[in-house]
């Protein structure tokens, strides 16, 4: 039996050839060192653990739970937005949890997208908005991230037509690629985007707790009318160090929520209750671990990028995320140099055209090994050039 035309033309796994270079690589013994990575290496914090270790012994978390999640921690969520952000959500119809924020971003467009529909997506990006869209029967149009345009889709270059036929759109900041940041200003075009062409927007704020120099990321539901045309997509994972244990939410437009949850309770059974205490102790309990976080993320890019400097590579410091995203020197493709860097410095890059056309020409650096290891890479990448 053949699988559809959508998983037909699903692209092999981005990593999948790194993955076994890798492999061989290791089989000989060679110590590579891995900044492909987008996956915190540090422990989940102790606290949250312990909330977990209780839950389990608790009988009524083996049931099955609500496909939208406890009340309970929808109104963590919302607790936390109003401190956060000074957000104002209604847990009740507001919010929805999600096994992770990357299920909810694959399933909105198969909730929206009837055969043929547009979603509006960035480029570079992470994959499974295309993906999402793609599987659902859609089309992507792209939104081109550039150096020029800071990584920030240019609204007005979206053709009028192509704007009306748009069902979705996705943005991220800060952003997976290219650590770039948004401001409020620009979440207000965005708004009006919306308003006039009737579009859902699709805010992915993973990273929105990893931040440096003292910015803090805002949320896109702080934007006035935000709540009216978009959603705000975000998870456990990157904040506290919780991407094995699947937890995340969607919230904001109660339409949307309201859509999502018809559609999960159909398709899934929601979250591991004793996942969702665990949650909740994470977003009410003490918040002294994701400053420590932020300050050793902070240390690791200002440790790569003085290796970086010293080799002359050209690159912004990003202010949030964990990612550096550079640009390929001259007379090699992404994959090129980043398959060079392998064989010669034993250092895995990942190549920018794996987040799409426009991410050709760079390479992205994952802030998760520790300072000496990235130290180390830069080291092996100078005596290799
Ligand atoms: C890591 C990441 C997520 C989070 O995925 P989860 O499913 O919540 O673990 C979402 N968006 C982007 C861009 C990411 O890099």
């Known amino acids: 039996m053949q699988e559809n035309q959508a998983m037909q033309n699903l692209p092999p796994y981005l990593f999948a050839r790194i993955e076994k270079k890798v492999e061989e690589a290791r089989m000989q013994g060679i110590d590579v060192i891995n900044l492909g990575i987008g996956d915190p290496d540090q422990p989940t914090p102790q606290h949250i653990i312990d909330v977990m270790a209780r839950s389990i012994h608790e009988p009524a978390n083996h049931q099955y739970p609500s496909s939208v999640g406890l009340l309970r921690y929808r109104e963590a969520v919302a607790g936390w937005y109003k401190r956060r952000f000074n957000v104002d959500l209604n847990p009740a119809t507001e919010v929805i949890s999600l096994l992770g924020s990357k299920e909810g971003i694959a399933h909105i467009s198969f909730a929206y997208l009837d055969k043929g529909d547009i979603n509006l997506v960035p480029d570079p990006g992470y994959p499974v908005y295309a993906i999402g869209t793609q599987l659902a029967g859609g089309i992507s149009y792209i939104m081109p991230l550039t150096e020029e345009n800071q990584y920030k889709p240019v609204l007005e270059d979206i053709p009028e037509n192509v704007a009306r036929q748009a069902k979705l759109m996705f943005i991220n900041y800060p952003n997976n690629p290219t650590g770039a940041v948004a401001d ?21 704020a993973a990273y929105s707790e990893l931040a ?8 896109f539901l702080q934007v006035p009318g935000a709540k009216t045309v978009g959603v705000e997509f975000h998870s456990l994972s990157k904040t506290y160090n919780m991407t094995g244990w699947r937890i995340g939410w969607m919230a904001g437009n109660h339409d949307a929520v309201e859509v999502m949850g018809r559609f999960k309770s159909n398709v899934d059974s929601g979250v591991f209750q004793a996942v969702q205490y665990a949650g909740i102790s994470a977003l009410e309990g003490p918040q ?7 300050h050793m993320y902070q240390q690791r890019r200002d440790a790569a990028a003085a290796g970086m400097q010293s080799l002359g590579w050209s690159f912004t410091k990003p202010l949030g995320g964990f990612y550096m995203w550079v640009k390929v020197p001259r007379g090699y493709t992404s994959a090129q140099y980043c398959e060079m860097i392998l064989e010669k410095a034993h250092v895995i890059l990942t190549p920018g055209n794996g987040y799409g056309q426009y991410g050709e020409g760079y390479f992205r650096i994952a802030l998760t090994v520790d300072t000496a290891r990235i130290t180390e890479a830069m080291r092996r990448i100078k005596a290799a050039l």
């Open 212 to 219: 440096y120099d003292g910015y803090q990321s805002p949320s």
């Open 184 to 204: 409020t200003g620009y979440y207000m075009k965005v708004v009006e985007f919306a308003k006039a062409f009737d579009i859902l927007v699709c805010h992915d």
């Open 288 to 294: 002294q671990t994701v400053a420590e976080l932020q």
